[in-house]
């Protein structure tokens, strides 16, 4: 069974630093790694896909990293702003061979950003 | 194109009452999920569905049913609502393309 961690489960850094958010999976037999973003009282949006054939994806100041053969991805966020301050989910396919859905989420990050 | 609309936003339920979630979108997704999300938890399936019609279990489905009969609607059913449902819900469509998550809705069972 596919079993995600995410670790710190809380973070706080002063505006302007960079933040590193981990998230390690059990299973590295995955087609697919997805990072998201919840605001309080909100529904999930989603920030980056990396597929099992990629080492990184990068949509603006968000870069994610996969190592399969570890079992670990990392979120970092550059010059952080308060505006970044949520909770950070990782998921992954709840089996193997689900390539499309159905995912294991990790229990989140909550990152808080002090101006 | 509002995406993924839920109904209600919030509900408070007595034990062994029933009420039904409702699941709505507009992006003619054929994949929809409902998910349910316990305090500093990550989010756990409940029940998904391919398409109209079609619907299946998944991590942790007791307690619930769904149907499907129109790809637009997704709605999720509680028979018999105990303590242990006390939880937000949420519905979402997409799949390897990205998802789009509905903003929830927050059900206290008492």
């Known amino acids: 069974k596919q079993e995600v961690t995410q670790i710190p489960a809380a973070l706080s850094v002063p505006e302007g630093e960079n933040l590193v958010l981990n998230c390690s999976f059990t299973?590295?037999?995955?087609?697919?790694l997805q990072w998201f973003r919840q605001d309080p009282g909100k529904g999930l949006t989603s920030l980056l896909l990396i597929q099992s054939s990629q080492r990184e994806q990068t949509s603006g100041r968000l870069n994610a990293s996969l190592d399969k053969s570890s079992g670990r991805s990392t979120l970092y966020i550059a010059a952080s702003q308060p505006g970044d301050s949520a909770t950070y989910l990782c998921?992954?396919?709840?089996?193997?061979?689900?390539?499309?859905?159905?995912?294991?989420f990790g229990a989140g990050t909550q990152v808080v950003v002090t101006p | 194109n509002a995406g993924v609309t839920q109904t209600p936003k919030f509900r408070i339920l007595k034990i062994g009452q029933s009420m039904t979630l409702q699941c709505t979108q507009d992006m003619n997704h054929n994949y929809m999920y409902w998910y349910r999300q316990d305090p500093g938890m990550g989010l756990k399936l409940i029940y998904y569905s391919v398409g109209a019609g079609i619907t299946d279990k998944g991590e942790v489905p007791n307690g619930y049913n769904v149907s499907r009969s129109t790809t637009e609607d997704f709605p999720l059913r509680l028979e018999l609502a105990a303590p242990s449902q006390t939880s937000v819900y949420f519905c979402a469509i997409g799949g390897n393309d990205g998802y789009t998550f509905g903003s929830g809705t927050r059900l206290t069972v008492v």
């Open positions: 299973d590295s037999a995955i087609y697919n």
């Open positions: 998921a992954v396919p709840l089996r193997s061979t689900d390539s499309w859905g159905k995912l294991q």
